[in-house]
């Protein structure tokens, strides 16, 4: 085992390349202390910063099943989100602590003429291997921010991250399997399980269509490292464009079917993870929706990251303001920025483009002419002409927020 | 270092101490211990929530809900985990845990009518049980069977492993009755079972008996 492959020793590197980074932008960074609500209040007291195996220290939402969430200042390090700072979500604790690889098997039955049972090994050598930039980025982030507050992980807007996932196209393994004519939707399921035998399973479709298109990745590595254990060894269904609902951790099973998947196990489908079946996919706050869908793509959606709320700076002199910007792939067009509460908005420069489905960089420099308090926002556009809005919408279930984002600081 | 890929002192102790074969492929992690716990209260929900909320998830996953929520909200929220994630839980205490947890982490008081009248178990069950000490009716009124089975692994191990693995320890059965009640985590793997808390000491007694009898 040497240095590099030792995860420990390389988040302790990649901690003190970070650490110099932050230092050498301290003079314009004032954070206020390290609140890990992020601006959220909770039932019972404040989340803590807790360690998980090949994580650094990051935000508990809850210990079982695992649901840690990156602290915000992590998204100023740069637009790939380090595999140690990635945020994990469980929704059942039953799940093996131990995966050898020598025993794992990715099966693809149901509607195909040959059923599959493929080692790792054999998935890779399927097809050549591609790399795609995506954002993973939960259905609730920012749920806590919800007016009136709803049920749920009550998650700041660090549940999202953005990787390069290296794996071979889902097409390539459903072709070899052979696809019936008939295929309706292929389903997807990890080796995580209920406690209760009542409990659904969490199983994730995707309509035929989808699943034989050029976009989603069965992916062994995150970042030219193997997946890290929480994120989902040895392989996760990668989704790009999509909620990270439908990114199945520890995939070990892929079921073609010749009708929609329907039944107990279809839970996560067809009763929770699902968005009113609307335009806005939204609803007056505490009414309920009368037909809903599917929640599926991510909205347009941008954040400042070089200053947080409550933060300092300085008056009179040149400030680079910095973010991130992403939409479900149709490409950033524009991001703007109001340093002045939203009278007047100025063009942000567009960092280098990793793909329409990463986290594009955006900044912009300006300089504050008055001392007191200022509120910044930024506002991105995209290729699909869908800009984000000034106000957030409500849902039940408190599912992809994406309003434009205010940040309260000093200028000093 | 709580992470572990597998090297040769993995691979030699793995091959003498078990069965199983880990291979230098395998990746193992161990989870950290959960801290969170219910705040203590003489509602009958406190022990209830205790017991049968912390079969699926700890405590966090209730404390770190949004603040602000009534008893109808709350008591909603318990009813979703019996009608959509098959929590063993009656109608009656569904209201009782609802009440304690609107109590405690929302805007009901506990001297509240509303909360009081539901905070009242049907103990007519569980007296029954105390007074002929009925293992059946323990077992199925605590969920127990739930997680074990008699001859076969579940999520916990079988009560017939239990059995074997303690049967030269005089002390076992004492410990075990013990176990139960505190609830426990890394003797038979990283799935902690929960306290049964609502259980007395002369009905903790009889499941280990229960258990340990050849």
Avoid at chain 1, 64 to 86: C, K, M, Q, W, Y
Avoid at chain 1, 242 to 255: A, N, Q, R
Avoid at chain 1, 380 to 408: C, F, M
Avoid at chain 2, 40 to 49: F, N, P, Q, R, V
């Amino acid at each position: 085992m040497t240095d590099n492959k030792d995860p420990i020793v390389a988040s302790r590197r990649r901690f003190i390349r970070n650490a110099g980074a932050l230092a050498l932008t301290a003079p314009l960074i004032s954070r206020a202390a390290l609140d890990t609500g992020e601006g959220v209040t909770f039932a019972g007291g404040e989340r803590p910063l807790v360690q998980f195996p090949e994580k650094r220290k990051l935000i508990l939402v809850h210990s079982r099943p695992p649901h840690l969430e990156t602290p915000f200042s992590v998204f100023n390090e740069g637009v790939i989100t380090s595999n140690d700072a990635f945020y994990v979500r469980y929704h059942l604790a039953n799940f093996p602590t131990l995966i050898d690889v020598e025993d794992y098997r990715l099966t693809v039955r149901g509607a195909v003429k040959n059923r599959l049972s493929l080692s790792l090994d054999e998935l890779k050598a399927i097809a050549e291997s591609v790399e795609v930039v995506a954002v993973n980025q939960c259905s609730g982030n920012s749920r806590g921010y919800s007016k009136p507050r709803v049920f749920g992980a009550q998650l700041s807007n660090g549940a999202m991250g953005n990787a390069k996932w290296t794996g071979v196209p889902l097409r390539a393994v459903l072709q070899k399997a052979g696809v019936v004519a008939d295929a309706a939707q292929v389903y997807f399921n990890g080796l995580d399980k209920p406690v209760l035998p009542g409990t659904p399973d969490f199983r994730k479709a995707l309509d035929i269509e989808h699943a034989l298109s050029a976009e989603p990745l069965l992916a062994w590595a995150m970042n030219d490292e193997d997946l890290p254990f929480l994120n989902g060894y040895p392989l996760k269904l990668i989704v790009p464009g999509y909620f990270g609902t439908y990114w199945v951790k520890h995939l070990s099973d892929i079921v073609v079917l010749d009708h929609a998947f329907k039944g107990h196990d279809a839970y996560f489908m067809n009763k929770a993870y699902r968005v009113p079946d609307n335009d806005c996919m939204c609803i007056a706050p505490g009414t309920a929706a009368d037909k809903t869908r599917p929640i599926s793509t991510l909205p347009v959606r941008s954040f400042i990251t070089s200053v947080t709320a409550g933060g300092h700076l300085p008056v009179a002199r040149r400030v680079e303001l910095k973010g991130i910007a992403f939409d479900s792939g149709s490409s950033i067009k524009t991001v703007d920025v109001s340093i002045d509460g939203g009278r007047t908005w100025k063009a942000a420069t567009l960092g280098e483009n990793l793909g329409r489905f990463s986290f594009r960089e955006w900044t912009l420099a300006t300089t504050f002419t008055q001392k007191g308090d200022a509120i910044l926002m930024v506002r991105a556009s995209n290729n699909n002409a869908e800009v984000q809005p000034l106000k957030a919408d409500w849902n039940p279930g408190g599912y992809r927020r994406h309003a434009i984002e205010s940040t309260a600081v000093t200028i000093f | 270092m709580q992470f572990v890929k597998s090297f040769r002192f993995a691979l030699v102790s793995t091959l003498l101490f078990t069965a199983h074969l880990v291979t230098a492929d395998a990746k193992q992690i161990q989870l950290p211990p959960e801290t969170a716990k219910l705040p203590e209260s003489d509602l009958a929900g406190y022990k209830l929530a205790t017991q049968k909320c912390t079969i699926c998830h700890s405590v966090d996953y209730i404390q770190f809900q949004a603040p602000g929520m009534n008893q109808a909200q709350w008591t909603s929220e318990v009813a979703k985990m019996k009608h959509s994630y098959g929590a063993e839980l009656s109608a009656a205490e569904i209201k009782s845990i609802g009440a304690y947890l609107a109590v405690v982490y929302g805007t009901a008081k506990a001297t509240d009518s509303e909360v009081l009248v539901v905070s009242v178990v049907d103990m007519s069950a569980a007296e029954k049980a105390e007074a002929e000490l009925d293992v059946q009716v323990l077992l199925d009124t605590n969920g127990c069977l739930g997680c074990h089975a008699l001859d076969a692994k579940l999520l916990g191990p079988s009560f017939k492993a239990i059995a074997v693995k303690y049967k030269s320890d005089v002390q076992a059965q004492a410990m075990l009755a013990r176990s139960i009640q505190q609830g426990g985590v890394g003797k038979w793997g990283q799935i902690p079972m929960p306290p049964i808390a609502g259980l007395s000491d002369k009905q903790a007694e009889a499941l280990a008996a229960f258990i340990m009898a050849p």
